[in-house]
Each structure stands twice: as structure tokens, then as C-alpha cells.
């Protein structure tokens, strides 16, 4: 279970965040890296008390429903869907990317099109062929996206300059929240990880200890990335691929080789797992009657939600192709944060319905009050910082998804 929450959260913007981050802060990122651990670590407790008192397959979703009712039970797996469905969008930008540093021809016009087209097709397509072959690859990527991270750590602090840390200016506090708020998209994925507990032995014990044995491996992993993309690469905030631009500064062409190949790898074992979670949450909606009937159908050969998973591969692609990785990460955030939000709620009404027939929680956070409050009063800071469109556009969607849940009830009546 910690190596599934690594493997869940270790994904791809690590690969690309560190630059933009840089260009926001300077120096002064090490301190938003600690900042954004804090307050995860504050949605970590609640999501561990949560799922605590659970054996069921849902996470999100399930809390919410339980919490609030079928209504916003909808809304938070609606939000979650759309969270992996712009995570997609957003690392397939960034692969593409990293595909340029290869290939300056692959990262735009037809090229950029065909890789997407291909990529969404081919993931689609194992997807469609059931979930032991979806679990063969995403396997195969777990260690292989940890190993070239962890060698730019150890081989690239022996390589940094201590005058790279000298700040040249103090950032503002809007520059220090939008930098917090991408940063969340490179701490976060742990709630997918939570969805499968149906099939994990024992999870009411053994989630809470997976995933905060989890965060306490990442975030030293990704305090000492940004240390040394900062004290190696000194054009770092303009760079599109700044772990590879440092790798090649330290290492050579080798070094910044071994960090592209790492950073297809990782990306495209991310880009997996997320076709095989996302349309099992419609999947989930559909069985509830949340969703058109269609959805919840399987493939008579295979057994997969194959109208599901086509459905979230068409969504997907058609995102990546309309935006840019930090566009998408910004969408992709707002999403999580909100759904963040439901679970921390429901910690305190959960609470209150313990003696309704409801199981007593494995784990309890300590200081609640102040565990919850302080993660609300931080989402709530961070989401009305956010941009105006992508504030907007989660708005729309949102609307869609109760507009969608709406029509399906009233079909359903009549049927």
C-alpha cells in the first residue's frame, strides 16, 4: 500500500513544476514546497480518518456520500473524474514536452496531434482489455519513474552553487499562493489510491499507515529535486524540461538522456493508471443510477466498462489538445482542492453519526478542529486565488455534471 500511494502521487509534474515554480519564487520555492506539505499533510490526516472507517471501494466518493447524501456524493466523484481527466490533459502536454527534447518536430503542429491521438489510443486500448493488463503495465512503471529521480538527487547535489540560493527579490503573497497551488498537482494523486479499499486486506488499519509513510518519503524526495534544479540549471524558470536541462548541465548528454527516458516512463505509467481509474468512477455513478445507463454497460468479451473508458479517452484527448500543461494543471487542481474539501468535512460529520451504524474510525486526527479548519481555511485561500477562467470552467462543469445527473434521474423515473 505505501508503494501504491508513491506510485499514485510520484508522477510527472515533479518533471516539469520545479521551473515555473522557480520563476514565480526563486530561492524562495523551497519554502512553498514546505508550505504545500503542510497543508497535504492536513487533507492526508482527514483522508486517513475517513478512510478508516470504511472497507468499501469508492474513497472520495464513498466519504461524501456517506457524509452528505447521494447528491453530493455525485458531485465529489463527479469533481474527482474531472480531476483525472485534466491531470490526463496536463501530463500529456508535458510528455510531449519531453518528446521535443528528442525531437523538436513532436512538440508541435501535426506532430504534437499524432503523439496525443496515438498515446490516448493506445493507453485506451489496453485499458479496454481488462484490468490485469492495465496492472501488468502500470507495475512495470512503478520502479522505473522512482529510480531517475532518485539518481538526479544523488548524483546532483554533489554539483550545486551555494550563490544560486541568494534570492534577488521577495515574491508577493498572490506570486506565493499561485506557486502553492501548482505545487499541489505534484503532492496529490494520493486519493486514487483510496478508491480500490474493497479489494485492500485489512484497509481500515492499513490505509492511514501507507499514506502517511508515503508523504513522509516524497516530500524529501521533492524538497532535494528542487535543491538541486535550483543549485545546477541557472536559467531554470524559463525551462520547458528543467530536470533534464540539469541533468545535461551535471551529467552530459547521458545525464539528460537517463532524465527524458525517465520522464516518458513515468508519465506514461501515470497517463495509465489514470485511463484505468477514471472511467470506473463513471462506472460506479452509472450503477448507482447517478449516470446515463449506458455507462455502467461491459464489454461481453473483455468485462471492462468499455463505453466508460471511451467516453473519459475521447474527454481526454480533446483536453489535451485545447491546453497546455500548467493550464491544465491549474483546471486539474481546483478540481482536487474541492474535493479535498468534501472529505475534510465530512471527518466532524462522520464523527457525529458514529453511533448511527456507522463503524468507529482505525485512526482519529488528532486536534481535529484545528486540522480541518486550518486545511479550509487554506483550500479556500488557495481556489479564490485561482485564475478567473479556470474558476469559471470548473463552475461550467460542474453545472454539467448536476444537469447530467438531473436528466438521468428523470429518465430513469420514467423508465
Not at 486517513?48 to 466519504?63: D, K
Not at 457524509?67 to 490526463?88: E, H, K, M, S
Not at 477514471?278 to 454497460?297: I, K, V
Not at 469559471?392 to 455534471?401: I, Q, T
Amino acid at each position: 500500500m505505501v508503494a501504491l500511494f508513491i506510485n499514485s502521487v510520484v508522477g510527472a509534474g515533479i518533471f516539469g513544476l520545479p521551473a515555473r515554480v522557480h520563476e514565480l519564487l526563486g530561492p524562495y520555492a523551497l519554502l512553498a514546497y514546505v508550505a504545500c506539505a503542510l497543508l497535504v499533510l492536513m487533507v492526508v490526516l482527514c483522508f486517513a480518518e475517513a478512510g478508516s472507517r470504511f472497507e468499501q471501494t469508492g474513497g472520495p466518493y464513498l466519504y461524501a456520500r456517506e457524509a452528505f447524501g447521494p447528491v453530493v456524493g455525485f458531485q465529489v466523484g463527479w469533481l474527482v473524474w474531472l480531476t483525472r481527466v485534466t491531470a490526463f490533459a496536463a501530463l500529456c502536454n508535458l510528455l510531449i514536452d519531453y518528446l521535443g527534447h528528442l525531437s523538436p518536430a513532436l512538440a508541435s503542429g501535426a506532430g504534437r496531434v499524432a503523439v496525443a491521438a496515438l498515446l490516448t489510443l493506445a493507453i485506451a486500448a489496453v485499458n479496454l482489455r481488462g484490468v490485469r493488463a492495465a496492472a501488468i503495465v502500470a507495475n512495470a512503471f512503478t520502479v522505473a519513474k522512482l529510480v531517475p529521480l532518485l539518481l538526479f538527487v544523488a548524483v546532483g547535489l554533489f554539483f550545486v552553487e551555494p550563490s544560486r540560493y541568494v534570492p534577488q527579490h521577495v515574491p508577493g503573497p498572490a506570486d506565493f499562493s499561485a506557486a502553492v497551488l501548482l505545487l499541489v498537482f505534484a503532492f496529490t494523486g494520493f486519493e486514487t489510491a483510496t478508491v480500490p479499499a474493497g479489494e485492500v486486506r485489512d484497509p481500515r488499519r492499513t490505509l492511514p499507515f501507507a499514506i502517511l509513510a508515503s508523504l513522509a518519503l516524497i516530500v524529501p524526495l521533492y524538497v532535494l529535486i528542487q535543491v538541486v534544479a535550483i543549485g545546477t540549471l541557472p536559467g531554470l524558470g524559463g525551462s520547458a524540461t528543467p530536470l533534464a536541462d540539469a541533468a545535461g548541465r551535471f551529467a552530459g548528454s547521458l545525464g539528460a538522456g537517463a532524465i527524458v527516458l525517465g520522464a516518458l516512463v513515468s508519465i506514461t505509467g501515470t497517463l495509465n493508471g489514470l485511463v484505468l481509474s477514471a472511467p470506473r468512477l463513471l462506472y460506479a455513478m452509472a450503477e448507482h443510477g447517478q449516470l446515463p445507463a449506458p455507462l455502467a454497460r461491459t464489454h461481453a468479451r473483455f468485462h471492462t466498462p468499455h463505453r466508460a473508458i471511451v467516453f473519459t479517452a475521447a474527454c481526454m484527448l480533446a483536453l489535451t489538445l485545447s491546453g497546455s500543461f500548467l493550464g491544465a494543471v491549474a483546471l486539474s487542481t481546483i478540481t482536487r482542492l474541492l474535493a479535498y474539501a468534501a472529505t475534510c468535512i465530512a471527518v466532524p460529520v462522520l464523527r457525529r453519526r458514529e453511533g448511527d451504524g456507522l463503524a468507529p474510525a482505525a485512526f482519529r486526527v488528532p486536534a481535529a478542529a484545528w486540522v480541518v479548519g486550518g486545511a479550509l481555511l487554506v483550500i479556500g485561500w488557495l481556489v479564490l486565488h485561482a485564475g478567473q477562467a479556470e474558476l469559471r470552467n470548473v463552475a461550467l462543469a460542474m453545472l454539467a455534471g448536476a444537469l447530467l445527473m438531473a436528466v438521468t434521474g428523470v429518465l430513469a423515473r420514467r423508465a
